[in-house]
Nanobody, 127 residues
C-alpha cells in the first residue's frame, strides 16, 4: 500500500513558478513509476508528467506543459516533485500525484494505469 500526500499548491500570478511535492509512504517508492495529473473545473482529468522508477532517467510531458514543467524524484526522501515555471491561467487545476504498482516499470500517460492517488493540491494562476 502506498499513501501519497501532495503539497505546494497556491495562488500565483501568470509567469510565476511553483514547486509541487508528493510525499509517499511505503518501502517501495523507488520501484514506483510516478505521475502528475490535473483536473480543471468542468473538465476531465488530464495527464501532466510521468517519471520512470528507480533512476528517474525517463520523463514524459503533456505538450501543454513541455518546456515549462519538470518532474523529478528523490528516492531517499520518498518524494516526487513537479517544478512549474511560466505558469499560465490555463494551468489552474487540482493537481494529483499518482503511483503505479512496482510490478510496472513503464511510465504511462493514462490515469487508469495508476493504482494509488493523492488527495490533490489546488493551483490557481491569475492573469
Amino acid at each position: 500500500q502506498v499513501q501519497l500526500v501532495e503539497s505546494g499548491g497556491g495562488l500565483v500570478q501568470a509567469g510565476d513558478s511553483l514547486r509541487l511535492s508528493c510525499a509517499a509512504s511505503g518501502r517501495t517508492f523507488s520501484g514506483n513509476v510516478m505521475g502528475w495529473f490535473r483536473q480543471a473545473p468542468r473538465k476531465e482529468r488530464e495527464f501532466v508528467a510521468t517519471i520512470n522508477n528507480w533512476t528517474g532517467s525517463r520523463t514524459y510531458y503533456a505538450d501543454s506543459v513541455k518546456g515549462r514543467f519538470t518532474i523529478s524524484r528523490d528516492n531517499a526522501k520518498n518524494t516526487v516533485y513537479l517544478q512549474m515555471n511560466s505558469l499560465k491561467p490555463e494551468d489552474t487545476a487540482v493537481y494529483y500525484c499518482a503511483a503505479r504498482l512496482p510490478r510496472y516499470s513503464s511510465p504511462s500517460v493514462y490515469d487508469y494505469d495508476y493504482d494509488y492517488w493523492g488527495q490533490g493540491t489546488q493551483v490557481t494562476v491569475s492573469s
